[in-house]
């Protein structure tokens, strides 16, 4: 399985992006999508993830209500809608595939974006 992600960028803060993350291969044996993000000198730390079978979604407090995830219908693709965007959301964002049953756990994705850069400014 193989993932491109994208959309990242510089905004300002109280405004939106949307990443999207395009998933080739073998993509049936998946589980899970999420997004997951690092902030320079920090730990990886999980954002939103959706099941691939039913769209059931999960996601970090810190995250709750500002960021929606979702997956397209025809395409093997995962989005991540963020808004109401905070200083504290600048990181890497990075998206990972798995046949995980634990969705908000970093070490259970087997594969991963190379990663897309959100910078938001105060």
């Known amino acids: 399985v193989q993932l491109q992600a994208s959309g990242g960028g510089l905004v300002q803060a109280g405004g939106s992006l949307r990443l999207s993350c395009a998933a080739s291969?073998?993509?049936?044996?998946?589980?899970?999508m999420a997004w997951f993000r690092q902030a320079k000198g920090k730990e990886r730390e999980f954002v939103a993830a959706?099941?691939?079978?039913?769209?059931?979604?999960y996601y970090a407090d810190s995250v709750q209500g500002r960021f929606t995830i979702s997956r397209d219908n025809a395409k093997s693709n995962v989005y991540l809608q963020m808004d109401s965007l905070k200083p504290d959301d600048t990181a890497v964002y990075y998206c990972?595939?798995?046949?995980?049953?634990?969705?908000?756990?970093?070490?259970?994705?087997?594969?991963w974006g190379q990663g897309t850069l959100v910078t938001v400014s105060s």
């Open positions: 990972g595939a798995g046949a995980t049953s634990r969705p908000t756990l970093r070490s259970t994705y087997e594969y």
């Open positions: 291969g073998r993509t049936f044996s998946l589980w899970h």
């Open positions: 959706i099941r691939w079978s039913d769209y059931s979604t």
